[in-house]
Nanobody, 121 residues
């Protein structure tokens, strides 16, 4: 499966962005999807994950209550709605696909190219 992330940009603290990740290739609904991020000088970290059907979601504590992951299997797309953004959310955001839902990046075999989110204070 090929993944293409988009929707990043520059936003002020307290603002919102919605990231999208469009998938092509193999059956999108066969994969759990995740979002990860990597800030400058830091390791990549888990942000959110969603099951194949969208019935289960999981979030990192740092984004819980502010970010929402969702998917539209008819459109082969997963989304990350980010509200109340903070400067510490600044990072390159990656979408990824996995045969099983998890928080560790080693479970994800397919990755998008990343989209930069910059939150100014």
């Amino acid at each position: 499966v090929q993944l293409q992330a988009s929707g990043g940009g520059l936003v002020q603290a307290g603002g919102s962005l919605r990231l999208s990740c469009a998938a092509s290739g193999r059956t999108f609904s066969s994969y759990a999807m995740g979002w990860f991020r990597q800030a400058p000088g830091k390791e990549r970290e888990f942000v959110a994950a969603i099951s194949r059907t969208g019935g289960s979601t999981y979030y990192a504590d740092s984004v819980k209550g502010r970010f929402t992951i969702s998917r539209d299997n008819a459109k082969n797309t997963v989304y990350l709605q980010m509200n109340n953004l903070k400067p510490e959310d600044t990072a390159v955001y990656y979408c990824a696909a996995s045969l099983s839902m998890g928080v560790a990046d080693v479970y994800y075999g397919y990755w998008g190219q990343g989209t930069l989110v910059t939150v100014s204070s």
